[in-house]
Structures are given as C-alpha cells and as structure tokens.
C-alpha cells in the first residue's frame, strides 16, 4: 500500500510538471508540424518484407532511433530499450549480467530476439551488441510466428521460443548521408565511455562502422550477507568492434550484405578470484533479391560464438582460488524465405531454416581439466504462410513442420545411457485484422509452440551431490526433462478518435503443458534447477495511450495486468503457484520535450508489481513493487556544419536500491554525462 501511494504521488507530480510545460508551450504558439501516429507505419517482421501496419494481423510497437537515444540504457543493456513497451518486464541484474525479465506474462525466453531477421541470444546478446548499429527495433506482440524458429541457446534460462513475440533489433542497409559521430563520456563510479560511428557509401557500397570502450570501477549489487559478498569495486572493462557493408546489385531492391560484432568483457566481481573474460561474435550475411514483381527472395547465415571464462573461489571459508570455469557456445542459424504477392496486397510466405548449435562446459581445478556438458543440436524447420487482403479485413493462416536433435556426449561429466534424443513437431498461427476506417482497428491472433530442453536444464552446471553444498553456486541438472508445447490467443484494437492520439487495448491469453520453469532450490548457496511445472496459465490486458501534442511534446502511458497459476496435481507445493518472474502489474509512462534554445528532456516511470522467483510456494521469495524513474537532459548546440550535443543520464533518481532474483539488488542512483559531436551536417 506505501508503495502505491508512493507511485502515485510521483504519477502526480510526473503529470503536473509535463502539463505545465505543455500549456506553456501551447501558449508559445508552437503547435505546428505535429508528429502524426497513423497505422501506415512500415514493418518488416511479420511478413519478412516491408508491410503497412494495417495490413498486418498482429501488434506492432516501432522504436525509431531517435527514441532509442532518448532511453537511458543504465546497464548499458539493449534490452532496456523495451523497457517502456506494454507487457515488458525488463530486470537486468547488473552492468555484468543478463536480462532476466518477462514477456507478455511469460518468462524470459518467451520473446524471440532478432538481428535483421535471424536469431540471436536475448541474455548474452543484450550485454553485447552496441545500440548505435540500430536504426529502430520492432516488437512483434502476441502469439508465435510460424515465420521464426525457436533459438537453440542452450544456456541461461534454455532454448528460446517466440510464444509471447518477436523483438526485430534492425539494422540500416541504405546509407543516404555521410554521418561520423564521436561521444565522450564520464559518470558515477568512475565510469568513462568513448564512442566512434562512421557511415558513408562509395557508389553502389554502404556501409557502417565504429566502436566503444568503457571502464568502469562500478559498485557493490549484492544484497547485504548474499552470496555475491562483493569485497571491492567490482571493476570492468567493455570493448566493442563492428561493421557492416551492404551492396547493392544496380538496383535498391536487390543487395548483398556482411556485418561483424565483436565484444570483450573483462573484470571481476568483487573478490581477489572471482575475475572474468567473455568474448562474443556476431556475423550476419544476407542477399534480397526483388526478382519481379511479385516474387522475393531473401538468402540469410549468420555465426553467433559466445566464449564466456570466470574464476571460482572457495567462499566460504576463504577467498582461495578454486577452479577456472568456461562456457563456450557455437551457434549458426541460416534462413531461406521465398515471398509471393499476389491478388494485389496479399502474400504468400514459403521457406526453410535451419540452426547448428554446439554447447561446451569445462572446469579447472589444480591444472586438471574436467568436462561437464558436451552436447550439440540442430533444428530444421518448413513454413508456409498466406497473407490474404479482402478490401478492409486482413486474413493470415500459416504451418511450421519442424525437427529436432539433441546429442549427448557429455552431461555432468559422464557419458549417458541415451546419446540422443529427436522430436518434430508441426505448429500453427493464424490472425484476422479488420480496419473500420483509418481510425478504427481490431486484431486477433492464435499460435502454437514447442520447446526442448536445453542442455544446461539436462545437464547443468553442477554435479547432483552438490545439492546445497555451500560455496557451489549455479545449475542442478535434470535429466528427467520433458518438452513443453504452448498454445497463445491475443485479441485488441487501435483506435484514433483524437487526432494525433493512439489508443490501444489487447488481451492475451497463453496456455504452457510440461512448462519448463527454472526454480530457485537454494539461497546460499544459490542454486536453481528446471523442473516441468505441469499446466501454466497467463492471462492478461495491456491498455496503452500515445499523444503528440505537437512536435515539441509527446507523452505515452500504458498499464499491464497480468494473471499467472500454475496447475501441478502431482506437486501440492507447486499447485496454484505463479510463473516466475512474471510481475502482476505494470504501468510505463513517458514524456519526450523538445524545448526551446536546443533543450531536450525526457523523464520516463516504470513501476513493476510484484513477482516470485520460483514455483514453489513454501520456498520462493517475493519481490516488488518498486518504482524508477530516469530522465535524459540533452542540450544541442549547432556550430558551422557541426552538431553537439550535451547529454546528461539520470538514473533512479529516487534513489531506489530494490531487491531482485538471486540476490542482486539495483544499486540506486547515478548519473553519466557525456559530449557528442556530430559531423553529419
């Protein structure tokens, strides 16, 4: 209830200061030029080629790059700029660690992220890809796409499926004026961050380029007495490497590209040996080919290598070194999608893909090396989807026949009975939009899915008598693992009665048989294990509203209710229980204020109810609500040919140090600033 009320005393002022200012600037006559919000906003994730929103079934949120730069990205995360989007629990645990969140009242690997189309890891991706290769993110909402296979990750939370939606991080192939930018910047905890970006064309040859560094002594986010038991700073070090080239082939509609990322991450975590070293590449190549009118073809293979290192000591009793520990992760997606148009706006989608993964862990201890895990995988998957137009009603129906492999050579450390195992499956979407009128539109969509258990979630990190020995932390296997299936419904509409206003409200709901939920079975030392939780159920509303009052204001508010239970006969402890991380109540609101003399401010809320980090009703911990509030302050400066700007980072301005899963908790405020020139004029 203090909490509440606390929220909404800061609702209030959030309301009264941006109303103050707009009536100020209504009264300055600066209502020309307004941004519209229309539904002939282009996307690409639902079809694969460039579509108006209203000729799509399903929910579409599109984050330009402006507003990608007015986000405060505070654990330098590219999750975070879901963070204000509706039905999004974005909960980083820190600087160093991944993004354990929620997603349309699902757990963490319920959204599939991509990179231009092809499928990356939502946990180790977000700590690596740079935000400055975007030129705008698009998030599918709802229910699985037939379009997009699950990502074999194996590792964090396992396999990833798009049963709650799709997060498209894209990047730009056309580059139509030169741009160099270069930012230097220094914050709290000594922090210092440099960045470079280049972008130009030679003829028919695009291309992208830059890099960053940053160094940080960073700060204690452990909660007090935690198995963190960070002693010291617990300092890091982030490089980041990219490029992309695109050619196109005498024409805008047919090109070939290559783009290369590579991050270093170094550190520690706050102890003598608790020091660090992960590595990660990312490699996307692809070829578009308009060949005709009416036929597409479009060519995709990427590389994902995920090289992660880390010291382990022997706390307690001591702060001894006790084993070297590694993860490594060899991941190759490729995509072959064949587009039909026809019968004027409709589409027919066929295609194929195919995933690679291999999976590798190894300890350590007194130069002896000891296998854990070592597995690998492949999926193969065939879809076909129509896009039917009929005047205003959309209609889309579409199948996915998909196979699976796991192999097994290694789990814990000991070679298994059963070397392999198979499964396929055949999944379905379907989704009807009617467009009333150009104000006026409703959705509904339905989708199934299927997921495997990883090899982390068969194997784990640890070895079965480790069961609650202290000093080992991480992942209990079970071997015993079934794959779970999940259906999804969404139902909304978006409406425009106000000009320059957009409503939206979409209910959901998803259904999990055998849902494969990880569970924490220990607090010190902090271990989880996955478990089937027998039948999981989510339901819920999300109710949103944009307004661009004119085109030196624009505010956003939106609120998510959601309802999880979980069904397990078998299991008293686990029956009626919740799906992890799933909290019951979100709101996100935003203002963006163009100001006069150059001045940008942009304070955003998000508040998150409460969430559990386990099934088990007797042993799960609660967390929430709590509250934050960042705010961007930017002021642009215009000398010559040259652009700078001056940006000044908020976060948690309200100091709050909230509690999150295994013991990690925000660390409260802090500010970065920075300067940046901009030659693109």
């Not at 609702?11 to 009536?23: D, E, H, K, Q, V």
């Not at 979409?506 to 849902?515: I, N, P, S, V």
């Not at 029956?575 to 100001?595: E, K, M, R, T």
Request: proline letters at 5%; glycine letters at 8%; hydrophobic letters at 35%.
């Amino acid at each position: 209830m203090e909490r509440m009320k606390k929220l909404g005393a800061n609702a209030l002022r959030f309301m009264l200061i941006t109303g103050f200012i707009a009536l100020s600037l209504s009264k300055l006559g600066m209502a020309d030029e307004p941004y519209e919000f229309t539904f002939d906003q282009v996307v690409v994730t639902s079809t694969k080629v460039p579509q108006t929103e209203k000729d799509v079934t399903q929910k579409n949120d599109i984050i330009g790059k402006e507003e990608i730069d007015r986000t405060v990205l505070y654990n330098r995360n590219i999750s975070e700029i879901l963070t204000y989007t509706p039905g999004t629990a974005v909960n980083v645990l820190s600087r160093n660690d991944a993004n354990w969140g929620s997603y349309g009242g699902l757990g963490p690997k319920y959204n599939t992220y991509l990179l231009d189309g092809l499928p990356i890891d939502s946990f180790a991706d977000g700590m690596s890809l740079d935000p400055w290769i975007f030129d705008r993110v698009e998030v599918q909402r709802g229910p699985a796409s037939v379009l997009y296979s699950n990502y074999l990750t194996s590792d964090f939370a396992g396999n990833e499926s798009p049963l709650a939606g799709i997060t498209n991080f894209i990047m730009k192939d056309k580059i139509d004026t030169p741009e160099t930018r270069v930012l230097a910047g220094y914050g709290k905890y000594n922090t210092v961050n440099g960045r470079v970006y280049n972008q130009g064309n030679i003829g028919n040859f695009n291309y992208f380029l830059g890099g960053s560094y940053e160094r940080s002594d960073y700060t204690n986010y452990g909660t007090a007495n935690s198995w963190l038991h960070i002693l010291d700073n617990p300092e890091y070090q982030k490089i980041k490497l990219y490029f992309k080239g695109t050619y196109f082939l005498g024409r805008d509609d047919q090109k070939i590209s290559l783009f290369a990322h590579h991050t270093d991450h170094s550190g520690d975590a706050g102890r003598p040996n608790r020091d660090y070293h992960h590595q990660y590449d990312t490699i996307n190549a692809a070829y578009t080919n308009q060949i005709n009118d009416w036929l597409n073809a479009q060519l995709k293979v990427g590389y994902r290598n995920y090289d992660r290192k880390w010291n382990e000591d022997n706390f307690p009793p001591d702060l001894s070194l006790r084993e070297r520990d590694r993860v490594k992760q060899n991941i190759v997606p490729a995509d072959l999608t064949f587009t039909i148009k026809h019968l004027k706006d409709s589409l027919l989608s066929v295609g194929t893909d195919y995933q690679y993964a291999t999976y590798l862990t190894t300890d350590e201890t007194n130069g002896i090396k000891f296998k854990g895990n070592d597995t690998s995988a492949y999926n193969f998957g065939v879809f076909v989807q129509e896009k039917y137009v009929l005047d205003n009603w959309v209609f889309r129906a579409g199948g996915r026949w998909n196979y699976i492999k796991n192999n097994y050579d290694l789990l814990s450390g000991v070679e298994p009975s059963v070397k392999d195992k198979a499964w396929s499956k055949f999944l379905w979407s379907a989704g009807i939009r009617y467009n009333l009128n150009p104000q006026v539109a409703f959705y509904t969509n339905a989708g199934s899915s299927f997921l495997v258990p990883s090899a982390k979630q068969v194997g784990g990190t640890l070895d079965p008598k480790d069961f609650g020995v202290i000093g080992e932390d991480g992942q209990l296997p079970n071997p015993s693992l079934k794959p779970e299936s999940g259906i999804s419904f969404d139902l909304g509409t978006d409406l425009q009665l106000i000009p320059r206003m957009l409503f939206g409200l979409r209910g959901f709901y998803t259904r999990l048989d055998d849902a494969i939920v990880d569970n924490r079975v220990s607090l010190t030392p902090s271990q989880t294990q996955s478990v089937n939780a027998g039948k999981a159920d989510s339901y819920g509303i999300e109710a949103e509203v944009k307004h661009s009052l004119n085109k030196y204001l624009q505010w956003f508010a939106n609120y998510t209710y959601t309802h999880t239970k979980i069904k397990n006969n078998l299991n008293p402890d686990e029956n009626g229980s919740n799906i992890p991380f799933v909290p019951d109540h979100i709101v996100n609101a935003g203002v963006n204020l163009n100001l006069p003399y150059g001045f940008i401010f942009s304070p955003y809320l998000h508040w998150v109810g409460t969430y559990y980090d386990s099934t088990s009703r007797s042993g799960r911990l609660k967390f929430g609500p709590y509250e934050t509030i960042n705010v961007k302050v930017a002021k642009l400066f215009t000398i010559d040919k040259t652009l700078l700007k001056c940006n000044l980072d908020l976060v948690n301005i309200t100091n709050n140090k909230y509690e999150m899963p295994w013991q990690f908790r925000d660390p409260g405020f802090s500010i970065f600033g920075s300067v940046e020139v901009n030659f693109s004029l």
